[in-house]
């Protein structure tokens, strides 16, 4: 892969992100949400790449190895030219490499997903690289994932490093990051725990947090979710809605947990 970007036209290429995921149960990332909360990244990414990334990823592989391993069935890698002005978004599905064509920095998915606003700026969060993520990997689980494993299994490990879209997979702090959650994987809904390591680039910790996370199943691992528009009627004395008559129209989405009598559960 790094030959392939290397020898790409508009470089030199700097890696200034990467991210992967180790889901041990069907996944997809959606249930994090995207920066752009109008939804404008996936609007403009997914039509983009015509394969399994970040933004249309409804088939993760699933990982069976160890938390503590520092391997994932997931890579997404991208690359900043700063004398071309040009962003490289790169794959490694299972040891298979894909690196895709270059886009500028004036592209509505580079713009939208805040890649050509923040490359330059990460650039000195990934360089030097970490150590290897073995390393990066068996220092967080003897700090967290250890723990969070017992507690909370099955589970989706991430890697990040440097520029990530998903609005909560941030907060590694200036370096590289492990993140343990249940949410993204298939029939996980509401508020589920994380954990989060944050390392320095030679693989010391930083800092751990423990937290939680508001994550909503989604159709790519599950039942669709159910989209109904409704009217709230407004008590007296308030002021009237724009349909007039004390009725406002709301264009909301809500998660609906249908319960079956034999006790099966469907979102």
Not at 190 to 201: D, M
Not at 231 to 239: I, K, P, R, T, Y
Not at 243 to 255: E, I, R
Request: charged content about 10%; some cysteine.
């Amino acid at each position: 892969m790094n030959e392939t970007v290397r020898n790409t036209s508009g470089g030199p290429w700097t890696l200034f992100s990467y991210i992967g995921f180790a889901p041990e149960r069907p996944f997809s990332p959606e249930s994090f949400g995207y920066t752009n909360s109008t939804n404008l990244t996936l609007k403009y990414c997914q039509g983009q790449f015509n394969g399994l990334t970040l933004w249309n990823g409804t088939a993760f592989p699933i990982f069976n190895g160890s938390v503590a391993s520092g391997t994932a069935t997931f890579w997404q890698f991208a690359f900043f030219s700063i004398s071309g002005q040009q962003i490289i978004v790169a794959t490694d599905i299972l040891g298979v490499p894909r690196v895709y064509g270059a886009l500028p920095v004036t592209n509505p998915c580079m713009k939208q997903s805040t890649m050509a606003k923040d490359a330059l700026g990460y650039i000195s969060w990934v360089n030097p690289i970490p150590v290897d993520t073995s390393v990066q990997a068996a220092n967080a689980y003897d700090v967290e994932g250890r723990d969070f494993s017992g507690q909370h299994s099955p589970l989706v490990e991430m890697f990040i490093n440097g520029w990530v879209d998903l609005s909560d997979a941030t907060n590694h702090g200036m370096g590289a990051g492990v993140e343990y959650t249940q949410c993204g994987l298939a029939g996980e809904a509401g508020l589920e725990p994380k954990g989060v390591v944050g390392e320095y680039s030679n693989g010391v910790v930083q800092n751990t947090f423990n937290g939680s996370l508001s994550c909503t199943a989604v159709a790519a691992v599950g039942p669709p979710v159910v989209y109904v528009p409704y009217a709230v009627a407004l008590s007296a004395g308030a002021n009237p809605g724009p349909l007039g008559g004390g009725l406002a129209s709301l264009a909301l989405s809500m998660l609906v947990e249908f319960l079956y009598p034999n006790g099966t559960v469907e979102y």
